[in-house]
């Protein structure tokens, strides 16, 4: 897991608050060409992005599980989620484990090999590989945050 310095800090942009931290990692994923359903964090505390470097963290209040329905994987996600995001990319991701079969495994990468075949590839660190249809990640109602820090729905 990647430590938090002041100097990073001093370096990000930092939203405190579930509403606001729903609606910038939303963005950001969206933003960076992957889908923004793919981190459903529930009672974020804090969310912050160093944009020079793409390191990216979220803080929740308590570990949290989702499943996502239309493919059957449950997925755990820690009370922080760090990772360096970049176009069509997450790399160095903590935080995160999904379960496959009997055990759960963590995953440290989320890919999409190419944007023209609707496909996302997760990587966990044993070498696992599993490849889903993108669609399956999207969320429809989502929110966005106008310059005056006010939440507003699109």
């Not at 963005?27 to 459903?40: A, H, Q, R, S, V």
């Not at 974020?44 to 994987?73: A, D, M, P, Y």
């Not at 660190?125 to 005056?148: H, R």
Request: charged share 30%; hydrophobic share 40%; aromatic share 8%.
């Amino acid at each position: 897991m990647v430590v938090l310095t002041e100097e990073m800090k001093a370096k990000a942009e930092i939203y405190h608050g579930d509403e606001f931290g729903q609606v910038k990692s939303k963005e950001l994923l969206t933003e960076m060409g992957l889908p923004n359903g793919l981190l459903p964090l529930k009672n974020i505390i804090e969310c912050g992005i160093v944009r020079e470097t793409g390191f990216v963290w979220l803080k929740q209040k308590k570990k949290s599980e989702h499943k996502f329905e239309k493919i059957g994987k449950l997925v755990s996600y820690g009370t922080e989620v760090t990772a360096y995001i970049e176009k069509l990319k997450i790399k160095k991701l903590t935080g995160v484990k999904v379960r496959e079969l009997l055990i759960w495994a963590t995953l440290t990468e989320i890919y999409i090999e190419d944007p023209l075949i609707p496909n996302i590839t997760f990587m966990s660190y044993v070498g696992i590989s599993l490849a889903f249809p993108t669609p399956v990640f999207e969320i429809e109602d989502v929110k966005q945050i106008n310059k005056d820090k006010e939440v507003v729905k699109e």
